[in-house]
């Protein structure tokens, strides 16, 4: 069973960053970030091969969030930029064991999941 323990969510203004850090207890194929406002279904943010290759971005983040590994660490992060208001969720880092180049951003490839951090962005 994998384990996986986020950080770093917080309330910013409009325009702000973040960066968000997600602790594994092992090493699996594909990892990402998904987030879920309330009401609304949970969507893929970004997601990456372990060992850093082939990210992948949901369009509504392209350009202001970048994902990244830390395979020494087996730390996942989302540095988050530019944040608007509609970026307000909680955010869950998942970890799965499908090989797919890239991996993909449908939350139904992910096995394990984390207990969320919630990110507010406010005006």
């Known amino acids: 069973q994998v384990q996986l323990v986020e950080s770093g969510g917080d309330s910013v203004q409009v325009g702000g960053s973040l960066n968000l850090s997600c602790a594994a207890s092992e090493y699996t194929y594909i990892m990402g970030w998904f987030r879920q406002a309330p009401g609304n279904e949970r969507e893929g943010v970004a997601t990456?091969?372990?060992?850093?290759?082939?990210?992948a971005y949901a369009d509504s983040v392209k350009g202001r969030f970048t994902i990244s590994q830390d395979r020494a660490k087996n730390t996942l992060y989302l540095q988050m930029n530019s944040l608007k208001p509609e970026d307000t969720a909680m955010y869950y880092c998942a970890a799965g064991r499908t090989i797919a180049y890239p991996p993909p951003l449908s939350k139904s490839y992910y096995n394990y999941w984390g207990q969320g951090t919630q990110v507010t962005v406010s005006s």
């Open positions: 990456i091969n372990s060992g850093g290759g082939y990210p």
